[in-house]
């Protein structure tokens, strides 16, 4: 009779799983038969992840203690065996360039940027003692295509993707295999979150952005309908899905038209003429 733990189910971690991207993968990859460890940073997300019957910790990327602690339950629990990773917990910081404070600047870099990197040389160890695993990164379109008043977001997306096509390159021959996944507008609660993160860190009186910020503001705050060619998040979980699955999985996946619009305009473009592209596409918040 064989010895059913000799083969243990494929292993999974997800960060951002209280909604959106991170939560419908979550479930989706459970249910394909993964062993999915569904992280988000609040108590009452957690709780609520635990009730819909999903293995769930909380971790906060903005927190070395949180990171390390996540990782040494999964450790724990599987045996220090860990089949994939999905670097998915993000959020955005609106504004102007000008208007980011250092503080701002850098909380966005320690959720998107820096704790992110952090988990993943945490679980490194782990794919490089079992001789394989899967490493996917959830970027964005602005991770290649810079749009107005998204300075900090663009930042940490960009500088993600430099980091993951460098570590992908140092991976080789490892069996690790790292994707990036680049969505457009997929629908979830990143504008509400957006909204909160405007809101408590910049001050629009005073900018020489004010007009536009009101502009900018009413975007943000509307709850009615939603941007043009946006998708539900199954639209990510299918790349997903291969990017975890397939045996060659891709270096990149793009979501939604604009991601496949602008990458196709960003190589034949000179960059004034991307510049006009990307301007014209967001003129209705600066009018």
């Not at 990197?117 to 290649?144: A, K």
């Not at 900018?207 to 009615?224: G, I, K």
Request: glycine residues 8%; proline residues 5%; contains cysteine.
């Amino acid at each position: 009779m064989s010895d059913a733990s000799a083969n243990p189910p494929r292993s999974l971690l997800v960060t951002g799983c209280s909604s959106g991207i991170g939560h419908a993968a979550a479930h989706a990859m459970a249910a394909r038969g993964w062993r999915v460890f569904a992280t988000a940073r609040g108590e009452a997300d957690v709780a609520r992840l635990r009730e819909e019957g999903l293995e769930a910790l909380p971790l906060d990327l903005a927190s070395s203690a949180s990171i390390e602690t996540a990782v040494e339950i999964v450790a724990e629990r599987t045996g220090g065996r860990l089949t994939a990773l999905f670097n998915n917990g993000a959020y955005g910081q609106p504004g102007a360039v000008e208007d980011l404070s250092r503080d701002v600047l850098r909380a966005q870099l320690e959720t998107n940027l820096l704790g992110t990197h952090e988990l993943t040389t945490r679980v490194l160890p782990m794919m490089r003692t079992q001789g394989h695993g899967r490493i996917v990164q959830n970027s964005s379109v602005l991770g290649f295509a810079a749009l107005p008043y998204r300075g900090a977001y663009v930042c940490s997306k960009f500088a993600l993707e430099g980091l993951t096509d460098t570590l992908r390159q140092e991976l080789k021959g490892s069996g690790i295999h790292v994707s990036l996944i680049q969505p457009g507008p997929i629908t979830s609660r990143f504008r509400e979150n957006a909204y909160r993160a405007f809101q408590a860190n910049i001050a629009t009186a005073r900018s020489a952005h004010a007009d536009t910020y009101r502009q900018v503001e009413d975007r943000l705050a509307s709850q009615e309908g939603k941007a043009p060619f946006t998708l539900g998040p199954e639209a990510v979980v299918a790349r997903l899905i291969h990017a975890l699955e397939h045996p060659r999985p891709k270096p990149r996946y793009a979501v939604t038209l604009p991601t496949h619009l602008f990458a196709a305009l960003k190589r034949v473009l000179t960059t004034r003429g991307m510049d006009r592209v990307l301007l014209r596409s967001t003129r209705d918040e600066r009018e």
